[in-house]
């Protein structure tokens, strides 16, 4: 081949191949065969929503192929989220930001009337102009950190300068959490272990009690009041892994939290719960959450043996959500009581199963939208409810108010389903 059409050959390669405007916003076959999806297609704003809205006021446009936060936003406004949730996955995303920019992207995000701000719920991978931001920062608030608990590898982390793309990727597989940027590994960690409950009873989440325990939730992205763009959000859903977990490990507290002034202390290799001088309500609580189990418990009532077992339950200013009724005889132990008001009592036959003063086994099955609970090995209650189906939370032991309450619990043993 001569001179003349080696040149030719070459600038035809570059018309069909390395000068062809590349494409951002779609999913290749191979992508589809590995259960990736689109978050943003690229032209419209379909799939997003305002956090705690139904529809799409929030200042996000779609600006030459990428999801743009026009800036309008603060720290109380201009969320957005998908329409679906997510609990085990890998999601890609390309961002660049305005200079002095501020933004993240967040999961694991719900909504309650309780929670004015999605970031007391979810963790955030922090995008922000690390150079030219005019604020100090601590090193857990800089790009790439999960934000306020486990700052990134200064070393490896290096952002492009504020207008140009960045390739960020997080990975959420059953606890175990990875932040990338530009193709280096940056953070990594494992949720819900003593080290991360340390970092966030200690640090910026001392006072959001329920921060990042849930196990699925929105992906959310915010307008921090600075110009920032995304494209190329894709999600690949992953597979949870069931295990077997002891609650109570018949030495101490550890896995607990006390809510409330009652008495909660261990005693020769037994869980106690006791009614304390102020007589009030007490709850003793997983820290973290479980949604779908089978919860298998036993329970010896002493005095008056009026407690509970809380399940997928939040503390506010008390504890929410439903309860299995554990209670002196003929009042209904093993029916399931809501927010408010019975949802399952048991049928008055029933009665005699539970037996006063001696160890009682109680198992709790819940899955989905469906709650079943035997005692002693006899079917009490089986239910269907959309509310239970829709909520996370943690399972949580009760005292009642009035006093006298005193009951013994051990083997605590739950399988994650």
Known sequence: ???????????????????????????????????????????????????????????????NGSLSAQGKGDDGNGYIVTQKQYENFELTFDWKIAKWGNSG????????????????????????????FPEESDDDQEVGADYGMYAA???????????????????????????????????????????????????????APEYGLLHKGHICLQDHGDRSWYRNLKIRELPRKQKEVNLFNGKDLSGWEIFGTEKWYVQDGLLICESGPDKEYGYLATREYYTDFDLSVEFKQEDNGNSGLFFRSCFFDDMYGWQVEVAPPGQDTGGIYGWDDWLAQIPDEKEHILRMGEWNTL???????????????????????????????????????????????????????
């Open 1 to 63: 081949m001569d001179t003349m059409n080696k040149i030719g050959y070459i600038l035809l390669l570059c018309t069909a191949f390395s000068c062809r405007p590349e494409r951002h916003n779609i999913l290749t076959d191979l992508e589809k065969a590995d259960g990736w999806e689109l978050l943003f297609d690229g032209a419209t704003l379909n799939g997003w929503r305002d956090y705690n809205g139904t529809g799409l006021t929030a200042p996000w446009e779609v600006e």
């Open 105 to 132: 992207v967040l999961y694991h995000v719900i909504e309650r009337p309780q929670y004015d701000v999605p970031y007391v719920t979810g963790p955030e991978y922090q995008v922000i102009d690390l150079v030219d």
């Open 153 to 207: 590898d200064a070393v490896k982390t290096k952002p492009k300068d504020p207008g140009e793309w960045n390739t960020s990727r997080i990975l959420f597989d059953n606890g175990h959490v990875e932040h990338w940027l530009n193709g280096e590994k940056i953070v990594e960690f494992e949720a819900w272990t003593d080290d991360w409950f340390q970092r966030k009873n200690r640090g910026k989440w001392k006072d």
């Open 363 to 417: 198992r709790l099955v819940v899955k989905k939208d469906r709650v079943t609970t035997w005692l002693n090995g006899i079917l009490m209650t089986d239910l269907t409810d959309e509310e239970i189906g829709k909520a996370q939370g943690r399972i949580a032991l009760q005292i009642h108010d009035g006093g006298g309450i005193k009951v013994l619990w051990r083997n605590l043993i739950l399988k994650q389903l």
